[in-house]
């Protein structure tokens, strides 16, 4: 029996993705170390002895699992592994839990696992919950893995709704689980020197009950500091969002709750590569680490873990992990033709704004030099001959029609800079100001069209993770595209369809508002990304750069000293190296651009021919401002997952057409240039069957989920409601002429000043 299919194929997809770390909090009168899931409403925490443990005590834990009733069973993975792994499983049984330890070496059924030792140090079972505190001896150790607390790991849960076979039999079969997660648990701020005392009953008697509730202190209570704005999610809008306003508003309290941790080292990150040690040059600082995020070894967990797409899930969103590219936006980016409200086109002074704070670069090294520019000679010659002219992308931003130039980027000093060394850096300094990390919203909690404030999974910050806002206070979600979507559904606001799917989550359903005041507004519609289409190239000048692959653990020794000692070279840069824009006409009569971004290296080579693996360099090509096809997000399991329901690429024929006109008037001058080679698509294949039998055409520059005019209002409230607004990535009607990171900054700076002229705020 297939027990764990999905949490193979999640791990094999992203890595162990995950997207919460372990908080403190206490329960029972013991301090824990671990989370609350609020899709199911569990509490999963741990206890590890002290440091100072030796010996048998320094291979065990405690733990507990605290759990609405609806939930008919629960395993833990120690290691976030199906197989080779440590598994716990629990359920309530006639008033008591009936637990057993269990292994698999393959995606099947796991069997009881003789060897670890559990005891329960508490249980209780009664109408609404169950709770089981239990010690783990001979746990840290089994055939074929160990756990190691000296470091954060991932563990995972899984959550079954179907009663296990035969409840009274510890090593009773089971169905698949119907939920699952990972997350990241800080061992090292687990250990408690009053282990002891907690393994011997301390402070509250071990007990078995049967059938009466044991007398356990309540889940963790906090008070909580109402907010007079709630800013939901640390990405691009939310940071721009963040600090503006508490710039204006220095007698007003301003919270930002993200779900994932820190980056950069200014943000606290500590996730330095090997060649960096003793360094504070995180992968997050290190723009030249940029491909390392796609093919790591250890846990991504920087990606969402629950978004079916890339998502960035640290302080800085999607500008923490992404290639950097910048541009500034132009006047097609904000015209009506693209779906803006009149009262938006006149961007111009926000955009200089957002530039001020955060000039591009095109030279992202800061001694002036260019590194790794093979492919710009081999890209003028190419481009040349079809026409096009070379310009400083970011001097002409109205000019998007047969030019290229040198990429720009938003790093400085040979660092990621973006929002988070600017806005985010400013806002910190403030004491009207703060973020929280670790920490995500499921809902907005409203009375009809007012909300009073947000549903948190952090106890620590209100009780039961519920933050309220001051009279007149506003919550904004800048969740992006999946992610603020996500809590409106769990808000009770978007389609039928999508709220169904919430009511049928039972902790989720618990913080729906009733019925009558569902709003249906269509969140999720009208979105669109990229369709992207990469070319691979050979050319004897390239320097593929080993492909990228030993930026993490084995750089070019010369680069990485160059780098560590004065954050120039190759590392001041990430991947893409040229990029390039042309107009195109459809079938249709509409036009439509392309945009090319040109990179050393390759995703993927299909070819029965001998190349050179050493001077291959890609062209992806995208379909960029004036794509028709339009696409839906929404929820995609019933763990409430975020991806695509329809995938927005080609939806619309005429964009294909359109692409591929462009991508055949590429590929028609590769032989005008000496030496360069088209290697994929080679000659055996059509343009036409390899764009046909594309398999990813995403770019992930999703926006339209919650579009402006649709399900927000010019000054991005949400409709129907009084105090909801959005900024981010969703709220954008039509793509951008360019990656989106730099126009979406210029809303947000646009968009707060609104919110702030809005009568009625706080
Ligand atoms: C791999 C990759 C490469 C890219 N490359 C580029 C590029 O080179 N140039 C460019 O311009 N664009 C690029 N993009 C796109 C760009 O990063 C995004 O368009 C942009 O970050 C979207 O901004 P946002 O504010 O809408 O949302 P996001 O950046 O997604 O930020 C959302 C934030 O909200 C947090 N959050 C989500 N849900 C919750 C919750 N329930 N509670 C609390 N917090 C929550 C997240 O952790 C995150 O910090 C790339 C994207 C990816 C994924
Ligand atoms: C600990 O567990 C292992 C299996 O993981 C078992 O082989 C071993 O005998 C156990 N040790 C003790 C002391 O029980
Ligand atoms: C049921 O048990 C849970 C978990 O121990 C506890 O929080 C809750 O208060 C209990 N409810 C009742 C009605 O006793
Ligand atoms: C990084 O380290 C340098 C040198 O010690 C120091 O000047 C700088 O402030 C540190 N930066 C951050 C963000 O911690
Ligand atoms: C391309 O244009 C830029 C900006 O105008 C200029 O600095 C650069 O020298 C040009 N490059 C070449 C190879 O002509
Ligand atoms: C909800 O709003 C209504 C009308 O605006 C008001 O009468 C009522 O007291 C509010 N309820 C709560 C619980 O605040
Ligand atoms: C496109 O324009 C041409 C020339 O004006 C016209 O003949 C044709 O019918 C138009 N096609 C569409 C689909 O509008
Ligand atoms: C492949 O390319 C590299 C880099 O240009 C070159 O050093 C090497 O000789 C080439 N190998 C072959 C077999 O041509
Ligand atoms: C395709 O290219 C390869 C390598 O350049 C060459 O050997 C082969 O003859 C070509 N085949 C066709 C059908 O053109």
Request: glycine fraction near 10%.
């Amino acid at each position: 029996m297939v027990w764990c299919r999905r949490l193979l194929a999640l791990a094999s997809a992203v890595g162990c993705a995950l997207a919460q770390s372990s908080v403190s909090y206490s329960d029972s009168g013991i301090t824990w170390q671990g989370i609350f899931d609020p899709t199911y409403g569990v509490s999963y925490g741990f206890v590890l002895p002290p440091t100072t443990a030796t010996g048998a005590l320094a291979q065990e834990f405690v733990a507990e699992i605290v759990s609405p009733i609806a939930n008919k069973w629960i395993g833990l993975s120690v290691n976030g592994q199906m197989a080779f792994d440590l598994l716990i499983v629990a359920w309530p049984n006639n008033g008591q839990i009936v637990y057993s330890t269990r292994y698999t070496t393959d995606y099947i059924q796991p069997t009881v696992y003789p060897g670890p030792i559990i005891t329960t140090l508490q249980s209780s079972v009664n109408a609404t919950s169950w709770k089981w505190i239990f010690r783990c001896q001979n746990c840290t150790t089994w055939s074929g893995g160990s756990l190691n607390t000296a470091n954060p790991t991932v563990p995972a849960w899984v959550v079954g709704l179907i009663p296990v076979d035969t409840p009274s039999d510890p090593a009773s079969n089971m169905a698949q689980h119907d939920g699952f997660g990972f997350w990241g648990q800080i061992w090292p701020l687990a250990h408690s020197n009053d282990y002891n005392s907690i393994i011997s009953g301390g402070g509250s008697t071990p007990t078995t009950t049967s059938g009466a509730p044991a007398s356990t202190s309540s889940a963790p209570v906090a008070t909580a500091t109402p907010y007079d704005y709630i800013v939901v999610g640390g990405g691009p809008g939310g940071l721009v969002t963040a600090d503006r306003l508490s710039e204006a508003l220095p007698n007003k309290k301003i919270l930002l709750l993200e779900r994932g941790g820190p980056s950069t080292a200014q943000t606290g990150g500590t996730d330095v590569p090997p060649w960096a040690t003793g360094t504070n040059l995180t992968r997050f600082d290190i723009p030249g680490e940029f491909q390392a995020m796609f093919g790591s070894s250890g846990p991504t967990y920087w990606y969402c873990s629950d978004v079916t797409t890339f998502a960035g899930c640290v302080i800085g969103g999607g500008t923490s992990i992404n290639g950097g590219l910048y541009w500034y936006p132009n006047t097609q980016d904000f015209s009506t033709a693209r779906g803006w409200p009149a009262s938006w086109t006149n961007y111009q002074s926000y955009a200089a704004k957002l530039q001020a704070r955060l000039p591009s670069t095109d030279h992202p090294s800061p001694d002036g030099k260019l590194y790794l520019e093979q492919t710009f000679p081999v890209m003028q010659k190419l481009l040349g001959n079809l026409g096009y002219s070379n310009i400083t992308l970011n001097d002409n931003v109205n000019f998007r029609d047969h030019v290229y130039g040198y990429s720009a980027y938003n790093f400085q000093k040979g660092k990621r800079w973006g929002p988070v060394a600017t806005y985010f850096k400013t806002a910190s300094a403030r004491s009207n100001f703060k973020v929280v990390y670790n920490t995500v919203v499921a809902s907005v909690a409203r009375n009809g069209s007012t909300i009073t404030g947000v549903q948190t999974n952090n106890p620590l910050i209100g009780p039961r993770g519920f933050i309220p806002l001051n009279k007149n206070g506003r919550v904004i979600l800048s969740a992006g595209s999946f992610g603020t979507p996500r809590i409106l559904f769990q808000s009770g606001i978007g389609p039928a369809d999508q709220i169904a799917l919430v009511q049928q989550s039972n902790v989720a359903a618990s913080f729906l508002p009733p019925k009558s005041q569902f709003i249906n507004l269509p969140v999720g519609m009208n979105v669109q990304d990229n369709p992207s289409i990469n070319l691979m190239f050979t050319h004897p000048s390239i320097d593929a750069y080993d492909n990228w692959a030993p930026i993490w653990s084995s750089p070019r020794p010369a680069d990485a000293a160059q780098y560590l000692k004065s954050q120039t070279g190759v590392f001041a840069s990430s991947s893409p190296r040229v990029s390039f824009w042309s107009a195109l006409g459809g079938p249709d009569n509409k036009t439509r651009w392309m945009q090319g971004t040109v990179r050393p290296g390759f995703d993927s080579v299909t070819t029965d021919y001998p190349y050179n693996a050493s001077q291959v360099f890609s062209i992806t090509l995208y379909l960029s401002t004036g794509v028709t096809s339009r696409g839906r997000v929404g929820l995609t399991s019933s763990a409430l997952a975020a991806g695509a329901l329809v995938n927005p690429w080609f939806t619309d024929p005429n964009d294909k057409a359109a692409l591929l006109s462009g991508i055949n008037n590429v590929i028609s001058g590769v032989k005008q240039v000496p030496g360069l080679t088209l290697i994929t698509p080679d000659n055996t294949t059509t343009v036409e069957d390899y764009v046909n039998n594309y398999v990813n055409l995403g770019s992930n520059h999703w926006v339209g989920s919650c579009s402006i005019g649709k399900v927000v209002d010019e000054n991005t409230l949400v409709m129907g409601t009084k105090n909801l607004f959005v900024v981010d990535a969703s709220i954008v009607p039509s793509l951008f002429t360019g990656n989106p990171q730099g126009p979406i900054m210029a809303m947000a700076e646009q968009a707060v000043t609104k919110i702030l002229a809005l009568a009625g705020g706080p």
